[in-house]
Structures are given as C-alpha cells and as structure tokens.
C-alpha cells in the first residue's frame, strides 16, 4: 500500500501543481510515515504540509503536533490554526465514520474551526470527554484537487462497510461527491 500512496501523490502533484497537502495523525499512517523518514518522497520538499485536526487542551494538548515531530522529524508539518485550503489530502477513516475530527452530525459545508469530539473518540485517544479540538472539515477536504482515503486496521471493518454502502450517517460517505477521490484498503 506504501507504494500505491507514493505513485498517487506522485501522480496528482504532477498533474495538479500541488503545493500543498492536508496530513492526519494517527496510527493508520505511521507504516508511511516510517518509510517517509527513511525514503523522504520527492515532493514533500515542495509541499506545505498541514495536520487535519490537535487537541486544544488538557494533559494532551497538541498531541498530534507531537505525533507529527516524532513521525516526520525534519519535516515542517504546520498545525492547524488557521483556515488553509490544501491543493491535496491524505485523511484516514475513523472507528465512528469521521475524518479528522470533522464527526457525525457535523454539517458537511464545515470546513475549520473548534468541536467536541465524540465521547467515543475521546476516550480512544485517553482525553476527557468534552474536550476541545480544532479539526478541518468535510468543506475543505471537499474542495482539494485531489483525496485520498486509508482505511486500515481491524477496527475500521465496520465503519468500513457502512462507508461501502453509502451510509449517509457517516462523514466519510461525503467523499465519494469528489470528483477525483480515491481510498486504499488495509484491513
């Protein structure tokens, strides 16, 4: 699966101009980003790199800020605090359908500001319940050139299928209105 992202973001920096590139945290990218830090893709010295979402506050406040300098050290990888449009993106599918934290009952047109997890999430990621999170949505996931989705991990089988039927409870589901979308699977 290494390999098909790299040969897509190869592809669609080519063709679009990319500049620039949304990155989620987590571990369903942590196997590309140990290849990354060992075998750096070429573009990624000309993109601007933007995390998807962090923790506001709390013990595990900006725990993704520190995901990203542990897994891509030497890498720039911008934290999200303000809106920026990215030409592209790389998100991973959450346990409950979410992307980001953009989670279900979001509208689709969100796209950056502060929310509350879902307890669910919370709890996964070992933050109280309620805690604020900055996240980019749905809105400007949407409006890339191009997005790629990974779904990886037993846990994702069943947000997985919901996602293959169409479930429009899932945020996930609004992906498939991209016109250049593309998902890769390891379950």
């Known amino acids: 699966m290494i390999g098909e992202i790299d040969c897509w973001l190869t592809e669609k920096v080519a063709r ?11 571990g369903t990218l942590r196997r590309l980003y140990a290849h990354w830090r060992t075998s750096p893709h070429p573009a990624l010295q000309h993109l601007e790199l933007h995390q998807v979402d962090d923790i506001l506050e709390g013990e595990r406040r900006r725990m993704f800020a520190h995901f990203f300098a542990q897994e891509l050290p030497g890498f720039a990888v911008r934290e999200p605090r303000i809106y920026v449009q ?7 599918l959450g346990v409950n359908g979410h992307v980001a934290f953009h989670e279900p009952g979001l509208p689709e047109t969100f796209t950056f500001g502060t929310v509350i997890p ?3 999430t919370a709890l996964r990621l070992g ?3 309620g805690t604020r999170a900055v996240t980019f949505g749905l809105g400007a996931f949407l409006q890339t050139k191009a997005l790629l989705l990974i779904v990886s991990g037993e846990s994702k089988r069943r947000a997985f299928e919901r996602f293959l039927a169409r479930d429009p409870a899932l945020p996930a589901t609004a992906l498939y209105k991209h016109p250049d979308f593309r998902f890769f699977v390891d379950l």
């Open 86 to 92: 990215a030409d592209l993106g790389i998100l991973g």
């Open 16 to 26: 679009y101009k990319a500049r620039s590139l949304y990155l989620p945290a987590g």
């Open 127 to 129: 933050v109280q319940p």
């Open 118 to 120: 879902h307890d669910e």
